[in-house]
């Protein structure tokens, strides 16, 4: 039971509602001939279910949880909460990751909800990639959980045992981004068994399941993290940035089975 009174169950509970009402909202836009699509100022795209996305799971987390902070892709956060001076558990929301497979009709995509301790630890977190007909979710020693199709049962998920940077299975984003590791990067592709662009949540998640080994972004934003942390660690894996810094805060991500993170965070350091 946390200080706020209510459980991780409650809250791994409520986030799974939350997922719930987004799957609803993104799976009626998906492919729609009408969906409207706009530029940010950073010249992503944003879609019109990416904000209704994300005002639906506002509306709800303010009554269902009006003592914690809001953190979410489309509509900012908290000075409190950006400045880590927030002193609340905060949810962090990204209404749809991997909006250019959205708007071009890739099913990889997925809702992120996460939710952080007042040490700015990831405590809880869903990812729902409802065109795939799949769930994964984790908790603070809960273990990490794959739903598959709508009979909601749930099974368990764990990193793969490779140990080996030459057996590695190793999945990425893209080349832009890295600056001066760019180089250290393209020569470790070199070096590994296999190379994959997956990209976005979906590079983690492998990770999560076993069937990748590494997974890297040279740059991300804690809402494009926070619930890939968990899901990874509770996997039996490792979460950190690019300098090996661990958590869902350090604007890259690196996911990997435990084994070999040492070896990759030193081999492109």
């Known amino acids: 039971m946390s200080s706020r009174g209510f459980s991780l169950e409650e809250d ?23 969906l409207v699509i706009e530029t940010k100022p950073d010249l992503t795209p944003v879609t019109d279910a ?23 892709e489309e509509f900012g956060a908290p000075m409190t909460v950006t400045n880590g001076e927030s002193g609340k558990y905060y949810w962090v929301i990204d209404p749809i990751d991997g909006t250019k497979n959205f708007l071009r009709g890739v099913p990889t995509w997925a809702t992120l909800i996460g939710l952080v301790d007042t040490n700015n630890v990831v405590v809880a977190g ?6 795939l007909y799949r769930r994964w979710h984790a908790a603070t020693g809960m273990g990490a959980h794959v739903t598959e ?27 832009v981004g890295w600056g001066d590791r760019r180089q250290k990067f393209i020569d470790l592709q070199e070096k590994v068994w296999r190379t994959r662009g997956h990209g976005d949540f ?17 740059q991300l ?49």
Do not use: C
């Open 12 to 34: 791994l509970a409520l986030a799974h509602q939350l997922a719930d009402l987004a799957d609803e909202i993104t799976l009626k836009r998906y492919q729609s001939l009408d």
């Open 50 to 72: 990416d904000k209704a996305v994300e005002v639906a799971i506002r509306e709800l987390l303010t009554k269902e949880r009006p003592g914690d902070a809001i953190v979410g």
């Open 126 to 131: 869903v990812v729902s990639a409802p065109a």
């Open 149 to 175: 199709g709508s009979d909601r049962k749930f099974s368990p998920i764990h990193v793969s045992q490779v140990s080996s940077l030459s057996d590695a299975s190793l999945s990425y984003s893209d080349l």
């Open 202 to 218: 979906w590079s983690h998640i492998l990770v999560a399941e076993g069937a990748v080994d590494i997974a890297v972004e040279p």
């Open 221 to 269: 934003a804690i809402w494009d993290m926070t619930p890939l942390d968990i899901i990874v660690r509770e996997a039996g894996g490792k979460f950190t940035n690019t300098a090996g810094i661990p958590g869902s805060h350090g604007g890259s991500g690196v996911s990997t089975n435990g084994l070999l993170h040492d070896q990759f965070i030193k081999a492109i350091n």
